[in-house]
């Protein structure tokens, strides 16, 4: 229905806005505390909502897939993507980090060619390979304007990608509050061990306690709205707003952080995001040229 396609359309939006907010409380956070505590309190804050959601909806909030192989890859993928990115928040901004990241639907279709063995077409691999280099431009290394620190967003990039991958893997009977419980305790526990032996928590302020509770609050709202819009709408309709995140976030790096991205920045972020578009309407035109033919999809 069209309204159900404009409403999961808003949804989503709305999703990446509250995302935005998010790593800007993330980022304003970790400006004074350690690494692994920003992970631990995210985590506990998540992982608190999503149990009970998952109990309100009559689910266990643990089971035995707790141990299965793509949930322990999901989870060591989330722990791999949450550090590098808040890592990346704490160095190089949200403009520059929230730009790498847009190429994440590219690496996720090269992560399931490889691990999942599926095939794609030249022109999904010319898409592949134009987004990465849309990346390195980005990043241009080797020329000046290069911050290694940036690299922490490549590596996040890799994580968000292995994760959703994992996450195909799963059974569908696996309800998805318990997913995210499971990634959010996996952040405790990764962020207490990083508390341990790197550096010792520190008692955050009260500007910095607004601000973890905002990255708590914020956080869940967009997962919230962004399972809606997947829901209500027609995926293939919805699922490039995604890229909307990209606006908000360097509206917010502009507006709160003062960060003002070259015009090469932006030319990167263009060339990743035009390859995003393009894979996406050639995997749904051939999704659309399978079914007329009545095959699987």
């Known amino acids: 229905m069209p309204s159900d396609n404009l409403r999961g359309i808003a949804y989503l939006i709305a999703a990446m806005a509250f995302f935005a907010t998010t790593d800007a409380c993330v980022q304003l956070a970790a400006q004074s505390l350690p690494k692994g505590q920003v992970l631990a309190t995210m985590g506990l804050g998540g992982a608190v909502i999503f149990a009970a959601i998952t109990r309100a909806r009559g689910h266990r909030v643990v089971a035995p897939d707790l141990v299965s192989w793509p949930m322990l890859l999901r989870n060591g993928a989330e722990i791999l993507a949450t550090f590098s990115f808040v890592t990346a928040l704490s160095t190089v901004g949200i403009s520059l980090a929230s730009a790498v ?82 990634g959010m305790a996996t952040l405790v526990v990764a962020g207490s061990l990083h508390m341990a032996v790197i550096a010792p928590p520190t008692p955050p302020d009260a500007a910095t306690q607004a601000y973890l509770a905002g990255s708590i609050g914020f956080g869940a709202l967009g997962y919230y709205l962004m399972i809606q819009a997947m829901r209500i709408g027609e995926i293939s309709v919805v699922a490039p707003f995604r890229y909307t995140r990209i606006l908000f976030a360097l509206t917010v790096g502009f507006v709160v952080f003062g960060e003002e991205p070259d015009w090469i920045t932006y030319v990167g972020c263009g060339i990743t995001i035009a390859a995003g578009l393009y894979a996406f309407l050639r995997e749904r035109r051939v999704a659309q040229q399978q079914s007329l033919k009545g095959t699987p999809s």
Do not use: C, H
Request: net charge positive.
């Open 101 to 182: 990241i847009q190429a994440t639907p590219l690496v996720v279709t090269f992560v399931a060619i490889v691990l999942l063995g599926e095939k794609v077409g030249w022109r999904r691999w010319g898409a592949i390979l134009a987004g990465f280099a849309g990346v390195l431009v980005i990043l241009r290394p080797g020329l000046e304007g290069f911050d290694i620190n940036a690299l922490w967003a490549v590596s996040a990039m890799i994580g968000l990608a292995l994760r959703d991958v994992s996450t195909r893997l799963m059974p569908g009977t696996t309800p998805s509050t318990r997913i995210a419980f499971y």
